[in-house]
């Protein structure tokens, strides 16, 4: 038996179409991030510029690995006290100006910001790097 081969155009046209495929994939996953992401830093200056203000208690903070212009992202466990005298535990993952890290040690107390969205409450720390 003699094996046949596929025409090398037919290759090469195989090897186009399954580039532009992942090309485009990519492109859209990168453009659907990068909207995630532009909601998300537009979410947080609303809520820090139209938010309640409160008062939080540190738990914990956890540095993670992603940094944002030099500055280090943390996982910050609190306790918040609203103005009305309700309690809350949260925890807020957000980048803290690396000459503020020492505000933000455990047992310390920081300003928040709060705002309802989607029916469910959302916070973040006053003093925040924000780009």
Do not use: W
Not at 22 to 29: D, E, N, V
Not at 64 to 91: F, M, S, W, Y
């Amino acid at each position: 038996m003699e094996a046949r081969c596929m025409p090398l155009t037919t290759v090469v046209m195989i090897i186009i179409i399954f580039s532009l495929f992942t090309a485009s994939l990519t492109i859209a996953f990168t453009i659907k991030s990068l909207r995630g992401q532009r909601k998300r830093l537009s979410q947080r200056k609303a809520i820090l510029t139209d938010g309640t203000s409160a008062q939080a208690v540190i738990h914990s903070i956890q540095q993670t690995n992603a940094q944002l212009d030099d500055q280090p992202e943390v996982l910050l466990d609190l306790t918040v006290t609203k103005p009305d005298g309700e309690i809350l535990r949260t925890v807020v993952k957000t980048f803290i100006p690396i000459v503020n890290i020492p505000s933000f040690q455990k047992g310390c107390v920081v300003d928040v910001k709060y705002m309802t969205i989607a029916g469910e409450p959302k916070f973040e720390v006053v003093g925040a790097y924000i780009p």
